[in-house]
């Protein structure tokens, strides 16, 4: 998460305080716009090839974004929001599955290369990061800060 808080010289805080309401909503409309953002380059970048190459698109699908203010200031979030996806976690960061049976689900037996079998006892996946999201947070970190500029810039000069 990135955050700002604004120390120092009483006046500045003072005049800063004047113009909150306005402040606000710029800053509402910049978080807004910057985590719209974000969500749009992780999906149509990271997840479509750079990093991931997409398969069924449910992580691409489950990534969003959710903004919200409180008394602090104005947050978001992005990420797998809309739908939970239990390998999003695993890809972002990497680790290790557990070695785990795999049973037919629609069917009596499973095929591998002409073989026919009842379960595979699987060994575990060692899987590296990928870090479609922080990497994603890296890249737009300065178009982030830019836009919030602009925001105060805005609301305190109106």
């Given amino acids: 998460m990135i955050s700002g808080q604004v120390l120092g010289d009483t006046e500045v805080v003072a005049r800063l305080r004047r113009f909150a309401p306005n402040l606000r909503e710029e800053?509402?409309?910049?978080?807004?716009?910057?985590?719209?953002?974000?969500?749009?380059h992780v999906v149509g970048q990271k997840l479509s090839g750079q990093v991931l190459k997409r398969?069924?698109?449910?992580?691409?699908?489950?990534?969003?974004?959710?903004?919200?203010?409180?008394?602090?200031g104005v947050q978001a979030r992005v990420g797998t929001l809309k739908k939970a996806v239990v390998y999003a976690r695993i890809h972002e960061y990497g680790g290790k599955t557990a070695a785990h049976v795999i049973l037919p689900k629609h069917k009596k037996a499973l095929a591998f290369g002409g073989r026919v079998v009842k379960r595979v006892n699987h060994?575990?996946?060692?899987?590296?990061?990928?870090k479609f999201l922080r990497s994603s947070l890296d890249e737009k970190k300065a178009e982030f800060f830019a836009?919030?500029?602009?925001?105060?810039?805005?609301?305190?000069?109106a």
Avoid at 34 to 40: D, H, P, V
Avoid at 55 to 71: M, N, P, R, Y
Avoid at 123 to 130: D, H, L, N, V
């Fill in 55 to 72: 398969k069924t698109g449910a992580l691409a699908a489950s990534i969003g974004f959710e903004v919200g203010e409180d008394a602090e």
């Fill in 147 to 157: 836009r919030i500029d602009a925001a105060v810039r805005k609301a305190t000069t």
């Fill in 123 to 130: 060994p575990g996946s060692k899987i590296t990061e990928k």
């Fill in 27 to 40: 800053l509402r409309r910049a978080v807004t716009a910057s985590a719209f953002n974000l969500q749009a």
